[in-house]
Each structure stands twice: as C-alpha cells, then as structure tokens.
C-alpha cells in the first residue's frame, strides 16, 4: 500500500507503473480508469494528491508515464471541466514546443500563464498546471505527438475552431508578441492548416485599423526580421472564449486514446448486463439508490459491456439501432454513472470506444 507522505519536504515525480505495483495492480501498458482511480482514491488517503488524476481528466495513465505528488491544499478543489480545457491545451502547447526538440521551458511558462488568466484558474487548478508543464519540460517523452490524431479526428472547422481558442489564450492580454504569433504559425502547422487560415483569424480578431499589420498575410512577412506586436479586439476574443468548453471538450477527445493499448482479456462474463444488474443494491435505512439508466440507454450500455473496445464506427451503429446519436447517449449514460458509481464509464478515444467494465457489475 502507499505510505503516509511526510508533512514537510519536496515531493518527487515517480512512473504511474510504480504507484500502481504498490497496490498489486499487474503490469499493463496502459492501465483501466478503474485501476487508476483506485491509486488516486489510496494516494489522498496517504495525504497525497496526482497529477496528472485521471479521475479529472478521463484519460486513463500510460505505465511509463510520470506522475507528480502534491500536497493537498486546505480549501476548494479543481473544477474538472476547467482544468481539463486549460491542461489539453497545455499538452497541445508542449506538442508544439517539442516538434523541434525537448519542449522550451520558457514557452510552456509562457503559456500556462495565458491558460491561468484564460480560464481564470483557481489556486489549485493553477498549481495542476504548474505542475504538468514541470512534467512536460522535464520528461520530453512524456509529450505525445497529438498532431496526427488530431488532422485524423477533427474536420477543417474544427481544428479552425481550435486555432481560434489558441489565439484568444494567446493574447488574452490583448496583445500577441513575436514569441506568441510564432507559437501560433506552429500550432497552425501541426493542426494540418495554411498559414492563410491563421491570418484569417487574426482578421477576426484585429481591430480594422491595424489589421494590415498581421505578420500571417504573406510570406514575406513570416521572413522579416522584426514582428510587431499586435493589438487585438477585447470584444473578439471574448467572444472566443465564450465557446471555449464546446472547442476544449473536442480537442480532449481528438488528443486522447491514440496511444491506447490493446485491451486485456476480459474477466468479466460474456453475456450482457440486464437492467436490473446496473441498478444500484438498496441499503437499508440509506437513501433511495440511483435506477438503472432510462431504458433506451440501458440497452445500448448492456450491449457496449459485452466488450471492452469497439470501433467508433461499430459503437456509432449500435447507437444508431436505437435511435441514438452516440456522443448524446455517452455523455448520458456516463451522467448515471457518475450517480451510481461515481465515475464515468464510457470513454470516447479517436477512433475506438472504451467500456471500463471494472466499474460495472457483473450480472
């Protein structure tokens, strides 16, 4: 079991691997939501908090992938949907800053700054971040190249749409700097667009009185020696950033799973969950249980928990036979879940569905 962390003193990083042997999880390439979420629960009983905690960002830990040690803070928490926007980008960033090389320590401070006053981080979002650009910077392999999946994953809008939140993350304090607007024509690079697209946005952005002075119009302004800072429209980016939770929920889904390994033999039983078995047990004296899940999403769950991983086009037109959109019905039955077992259960990764059966009950 983990140990009781001392009250006093640094805290080192360690391999998600090692925390997991400590609780006799068996070695895997890459572990369940299940498993990683039993080291994190034994983690905050040993008076330590993980970063990255897969039960705030949904991404289940590679083995060889660090993990840093926290104190807890006394007041508050992190709010999972923010920080999960403000670290995907994050990770985007350190993928950008790592094409050439180790990731520069200087850009990623820069960026996780713009990310705190973006998103208006608290205190413990802020320390997350903080902690993961540590991580990115000092273990290069731990940055995934996330640029393939995402020109496979999202359509031209889309990644249009993710170029727009960079812009606005970038200059939230209503200028972009030389080293913001180069950051920007890699992170257009890497997401499969033109240098056109970029300038663009900046059209959208710049007041009308300075937009000749965009350093993404031309060739031969990307050549020059000095790039002029850019003074960029409040009202504009604002309004970027109000879409920002939709464009972070599609850059969370495009970057994960694509180094997902093949699943484990099942242990589970062959045959699908009925109704009755997702229903939570009655406990007496205790408050009435959460149900199963609204019919047409039961059927679809008992289905999906016949395996472990399906193909998004097979998940898709399972979906369909019910008449379901699939990111609806996810995003549904993951809600019950967090009610009955107080985590999400299905997970969305590229191109493949992933059930964590770990969680469900055996009928």
Same mark, same amino acid.
């Given at each position: 079991?983990l140990q009781?962390?001392?009250?006093s003193g640094?805290l080192?990083?360690? #391999?998600a691997?090692?925390?997991?042997?400590?609780?006799?999880?068996e070695? $895997?390439d890459?572990?369940?939501p299940?498993?990683?979420?039993?080291?994190?629960?034994?983690a905050q009983?040993?008076?330590? +908090?993980?970063e990255p905690?897969p039960r705030?960002?949904g991404?289940?830990? #590679?083995a060889?992938?660090h993990?840093?040690?926290l *104190?807890?803070?006394?007041?508050?928490h992190?709010?999972? +949907?923010r920080y999960?926007?403000?670290?995907?980008?994050? *990770?985007l960033?350190a993928?950008?800053?790592?094409a050439?090389?180790?990731?520069?320590?200087?850009?990623l401070?820069?960026?996780?700054?713009?990310l705190? #006053?973006?998103?208006?981080?608290?205190? %413990?979002?802020?320390?997350r971040?903080?902690s993961l650009? =540590?991580l990115l910077?000092e273990?290069a392999?731990?940055?995934?190249d996330?640029g393939?999946s995402?020109?496979?994953s999202?359509?031209?809008?889309?990644?249009?749409?993710?170029?727009?939140?960079?812009?606005a993350?970038?200059?939230?304090?209503g200028?972009?700097? +030389?080293?913001e607007?180069?950051?920007?024509? *890699?992170?257009t690079?890497l997401l499969?667009l $033109?240098?056109?697209?970029?300038?663009?946005?900046?059209?959208?952005?710049?007041?009308t009185?300075?937009?000749d002075r965009?350093?993404?119009?031309?060739?031969? =302004?990307?050549?020059?020696?000095?790039?002029?800072?850019?003074?960029?429209?409040p009202?504009?980016?604002?309004?970027? /950033? %109000?879409?920002?939770?939709?464009v972070?929920i599609?850059?969370?889904?495009a /970057?994960v799973g694509?180094e997902?390994?093949?699943?484990?033999?099942?242990?589970?039983?062959?045959?699908?969950?009925?109704?009755?078995?997702l229903?939570a047990?009655?406990?007496?004296?205790g408050p009435?249980?959460?149900g199963p899940?609204?019919? $047409?999403?039961?059927?679809?769950?008992?289905e999906?928990s016949?395996r472990?991983?399906?193909?998004?086009?097979?998940?898709?037109? *399972?979906?369909?036979? %019910?008449?379901l959109m699939?990111?609806?019905?996810?995003?549904?039955i993951?809600?019950?879940?967090?009610?009955?077992?107080? $985590?999400?259960?299905v997970f969305?990764?590229?191109?493949?569905?992933?059930?964590?059966?770990?969680?469900?009950?055996?009928?």
């Open positions: 079991m009781p962390i001392a009250s640094p080192p990083s360690t #391999r691997s090692d925390l997991a042997r400590a609780l006799g999880i070695d $895997r890459r572990y369940t299940t498993q990683c979420a039993r080291v994190a629960e034994a009983g040993a008076g330590v +908090e993980l905690d705030l960002t991404v289940a830990w #590679r060889e992938e993990v840093a040690l *104190r807890p803070l006394s007041d508050g992190a709010d999972p +949907e999960r926007a403000a670290s995907c980008v994050l *990770r960033g993928a950008v800053a790592a050439d090389g180790p990731p520069d320590a200087d850009e401070r820069l960026l996780s700054e713009h705190a #006053r973006s998103f208006d981080l608290n205190a %413990h979002e802020r320390r971040i903080e650009r =540590s910077v273990h392999s731990d940055v995934q996330v393939p995402l020109r496979k999202l359509s031209d809008a889309q990644r249009s749409a993710v170029l727009d939140l960079l812009v993350i970038a200059g939230v304090d200028i972009l700097h +030389e080293s607007q180069s950051l920007l024509k *890699r992170c690079r499969g $033109r240098v056109a697209d970029l300038a663009e946005v900046l059209k959208r952005v710049i007041p009185t300075t937009q965009s350093p993404a119009e031309s060739p031969e =302004s990307q050549a020059a020696d000095t790039v002029e800072p850019l003074t960029l429209d009202v504009a980016i604002e309004r970027i /950033m %109000h879409s920002s939770r939709e972070s599609l850059l969370a889904q /970057m694509e997902e390994s093949k699943p484990q033999a099942p242990t589970h039983a062959s045959h699908p969950l009925g109704p009755e078995a229903a047990p009655a406990t007496p004296d009435e249980p959460p899940p609204p019919p $047409r999403y039961a059927t679809l769950l008992a999906l016949q472990d991983r399906w193909t998004r086009h097979e998940a898709e037109s *399972r979906a369909r036979t %019910h008449g699939l990111s609806g019905a996810v995003e549904a993951n809600d019950w879940a967090f009610e009955r077992f107080g $985590r999400p259960v969305e990764e590229d191109d493949a569905v992933i059930v964590d059966r770990d969680a469900l009950p055996v009928d």
